[in-house]
Structure formats: C-alpha cells, structure tokens
C-alpha cells in the first residue's frame, strides 16, 4: 500500500507515521512536510493508495493576522494537491473550528474559515472516496516527538504544551480571561488511530466524521487549577479576536463505530507527560551542545 501523509512532521502527523509505521510496517510511506523540505510541488502526477492530508496551518489567533498565509495553506494548496495527483482513498483532518458557539457551521476564524473551504471541495469533487475527520482538540506528547520539538512554536503549540514551557522556564502563563470558554479535548493517540483506521481500513469509510472526548471542559477553571497544583504563575489577559466561547460538537457516531466511550482526560497526568518529554528534549540539546 502507497500512502501519502502530508504534514507528516507536524504535531499529529508525527503521530500518524508513528502509527502507521507500528500498525503498517510494509507500507510505503511518502511523506510530505516543509520540515523535510518535502514539499507540495514535488508531489506532481503520482498515484497513491490513499493520502491522509494533514498539511495546514493551525493557529486561530495566527489566522486573523496571516490571512492570506492560511488561504494559501489551507486553500489553495489542497487544491493543487488533489488536483495534480490521483489517490484512491483520502482522509482529511478538519477541525471543530467550523462551528460557531451556538453549533451552526459558520466559522469564527480565517482558520475555520478555510477547513470549511476544504471539507466542501473535498465533498464535492471526491465524495465517494473522501472521509473528513473533525478534530477536537488534540493533547498529548510523546517521546517520538523529540525530532519536531524545534520546530513547534508558541502560536501552534497546544495549550499544555504552553503550559509545560512556562513550568519548566518559570515564566507567567497567560489565560484568556473568557469565564464561559468550553474546549473538547482529546488524547493524541486516539485520533492518530482513528486517522490510520480511516486510510487502512476495509470498509472504506465515507463522509464527514466528528472526534472529541464527548466532554466539554471549562477552560479558565482547568488551566488556572493546574497552574496552582504546579505551582506556575498565571495572569488573565483579554482573549484576542478569533477566540470565541467555543462548541462540543456530537462526536456520538465516531464513539460507535470506533468502540469509544467518553474519553475523559486526566489532564494533571498528561501535563506531567508534557514536562517530562520537554525535559528529557532539554536535556539532550544540553548534552549536545556540552559535548
């Protein structure tokens, strides 16, 4: 099986060829990432068993600065890619970003804004070998992710792994001071499973798909909780435009097909996961740089 997974050395990719490595040891894998200095333009006229397209750039507060970045991003370089190659199956990571707070797809953000452009290409030309999986938030790291740990920066970063640094730095983390302020949260290497279970399986799967734990979490009361059981100064600053109140979207059907039930996260153990990986990272850059 030839599979093309783009955004391979991001933040889930990682996880993905890490699955699929463990999962798919014979497979031929083609991966596409700027990290690798693989990129778009080198993938023209192939054919691919499936492709699983997590290339994108992710960052809501980013998007409302960098528009025309993420258009090109998420847009146009979709396009381009589905366009100039053949792939039998696709599996496309989307976001819970296309909703607005009352459930009603219309995004808040340019980033929404532009996985809704995809999913709805992704529909109309490709329906009948297209999955589309809406992602909640993703949290979790592990120590395959020690090669790409240079390359997260503080706008991608997910908000433990923020968190972690400021621990580890002893600096002020900041909390966007939005009291109403839900997110759905889950672990990383459910959605690398499912994302591989999409482009491998036998039933070929179709159609638009949604992942979370099923559990809507209060922001504010979670971080500042964790601040104070890790002892990390905090502060409260106004949320920036693109942050809104945010939806549990229905992750009901996925929880079916794939035998999950509510996937609640012990966060105080996945932040002390977060810490010891960007130790042990820390550690051997030291350990670089002594020797």
């Known amino acids: 099986m030839r599979i093309l997974v783009t955004g391979s050395h991001g933040y889930i990719g990682t996880a993905v060829i890490n699955e699929l490595k463990t999962s798919h040891p014979l497979a031929d894998l083609v991966q596409v990432d700027l ?6 333009e080198q993938i023209n006229d192939e054919r691919f068993d499936v492709v699983i397209h997590l290339a994108a750039s992710t960052s809501v507060e980013q998007s409302e600065i960098l528009k025309s970045l993420y258009i090109q ?8 890619l589905f366009a100039s190659n ?40 490709f329906a009948e070998k297209a999955a589309i999986l809406r992602i909640a938030n993703p949290i979790g790291l592990r120590k395959y992710h020690g090669p790409i740990l240079s390359h997260i920066d503080s706008d991608t970063a997910s908000v433990l792994h923020k968190l972690a ?12 001071n939005l009291p109403g302020m839900v997110r759905d949260f889950i672990e990383l290497d459910v959605v690398s499973k499912i994302l591989v279970d999409l482009a491998t399986n036998k039933n070929q799967l179709t159609g638009l798909f949604q992942l979370g734990s099923g559990v809507g979490t209060n922001v504010v009361e979670l971080l500042t909780s964790l601040c104070m059981e890790f002892g990390i100064s905090h502060d409260y600053i106004d949320p920036p435009h693109g942050v809104d109140l945010g939806y549990l979207m229905d992750s009901t059907n996925a929880h079916k ?6 996937i609640e996260c012990n966060f105080s153990e996945i932040l002390k996961q977060y810490i010891d990986v960007l130790t042990q990272y820390n550690d051997n850059e030291n350990s670089k740089e002594y020797n």
């Not at 990290?35 to 778009?40: A, C, E, K, P, S």
């Not at 991003?73 to 381009?80: D, G, L, R, V």
């Not at 640094?165 to 966007?176: A, Q, R, T």
């Open 35 to 40: 990290v690798t200095g693989n990129r778009f």
């Open 73 to 80: 991003n998420n847009i146009a370089n979709t396009i381009k």
């Open 86 to 125: 053949k792939f039998d199956r696709i599996v496309f990571a989307s976001t819970n970003s296309v909703f607005n707070i009352d459930g009603v797809i219309e995004p808040s953000s340019v980033y929404g804004a532009t996985k809704l452009v995809g999913e709805n290409y992704l529909l109309d030309e």
């Open 165 to 176: 640094l400021c621990k580890l730095n002893n600096e002020v983390f900041l909390i966007h």
């Open 257 to 262: 097909i794939w035998g999950l039930d509510r």
